[in-house]
């Protein structure tokens, strides 16, 4: 869909949220997001911005029973996660931005 928006002329814009850490079913997110990135810009998009998993209601209790899997969810998780997407963007030429949750 979006290869054939960008066939017709439309600008197109995506969001990859939310990003998970690493949990025990896909370790390396790193991996994840370059193939994402990868293939964003094979089709050309004009915006990619991401953000982290936010600590809101019981979301993360919800997840963590449905992965059978303790998330970690801090400062320096964000930290890790905004320097491996704008080192992503960056990568394949990619312009946009991640979403800091903690500043």
């Not at 969001?15 to 370059?34: N, T």
């Amino acid at each position: 869909m979006l290869r054939r928006a960008k066939e017709l002329g439309l600008r197109v814009g995506v969001i990859i949220a939310p990003i998970l850490p690493p949990v025990k079913a896909r370790p390396d997110v790193g991996v994840d997001l370059d193939a994402l990135m990868r293939e964003l810009a094979s089709i050309g998009v004009d915006q990619v911005f991401g953000e982290m998993l936010h600590i809101r209601g019981s979301n993360i209790a919800r997840l963590e029973e449905l992965l059978g899997n303790k998330l970690t969810i801090s400062r320096e998780m964000d930290r890790r996660l905004g320097n491996l997407f704008e080192t992503l963007l960056s990568k394949y030429s990619l312009k946009g931005r991640y979403w800091y949750e903690y500043y």
